[in-house]
């Protein structure tokens, strides 16, 4: 990967991260009904998206990828409960 490349990541990355850190944390609080749980769900939701861009993957609409890597963090989190 090129610096450029990275140093573009990175600036997508922190944009959604200003944009819609606040709204994911409040999906996830009222989700899981524990502070710490849902801000350690959003973070897992940050890395997995890094994650995914690092290997190449395009991402058309942030919010909407964002939103679904935590949706199914928060059903893993579910059944880890359960179980």
Sequence with gaps: MTQQKET????????????FAKGLNGRAFFKVQDKAIGEDLVQDT??????????????????????????????????KQVL
Excluded: E, P
Excluded at 8 to 19: F, G, L
Excluded at 61 to 74: E, S, T
């Design 8 to 19: 573009d990541m990175q600036a997508v990355m922190a944009t959604a991260h200003r944009d």
């Design 46 to 79: 940050f890395l997995k998206t890094w994650s995914y861009l690092v290997k190449g993957g395009k991402i058309d609409v942030m919010k909407a990828f964002l939103y679904h890597i935590l949706n199914n963090l928060i059903v893993d989190q579910y059944r």
